[in-house]
């Protein structure tokens, strides 16, 4: 499966029916999902085709190394993994809450599956509560979002780090 970054670069204007409050409770939800490690229900918000990056600069993740590139079946693995509850970069694990903010809505993109997903932005902050103390997480989110069905999904989860030209302390949950 090719995990490119986009299929096509032009943005289409966002659709006068689409519901923007539907899809800032999508948002809400999968940030509330990340936060209280409800991975079952987190996973299910994804495609089949998805991808999540969380890039360590902006250049391409087939050029340069990312913290996270996984598709959909490495989602999978990594929620396999988080579910054992014997990570040890989790152990105990983190206590979070993020807020999500600036939502701005940016247009329709095509996609890989010959239809067509809302590309939205966001600023996001996260703070991470541990034994060894607190850490705070900022940055931009990209987001590709999808109706399958009746439904929202997530295919696409870019987070952008504001110091992720640093080096980044463990980052063992969702983030």
Known sequence: MSM?????AELLPVPDSLDR?????????EARYADEADY?????????DALYWVPASTVDPLLQMSIIYDNRSRISTRLKQARTGRRYAQAPPSRLRRLI??????GMRSNSMGGSDLEIEANFLVMEARPRGTHLW???????????DEDLRLSYKKVVLIDNDQPVPTLGFLI
């Open 4 to 8: 490119s970054l986009a299929v096509s």
């Open 21 to 29: 409050c539907e899809v800032e409770q999508f948002l809400y939800r």
């Open 40 to 48: 079952d229900a987190w996973e299910a918000l994804w495609t089949d």
């Open 101 to 106: 903010s600036n939502i701005e809505l940016l």
């Open 138 to 148: 900022a940055g931009r989110t990209t987001y590709r979002v999808r109706r399958v």
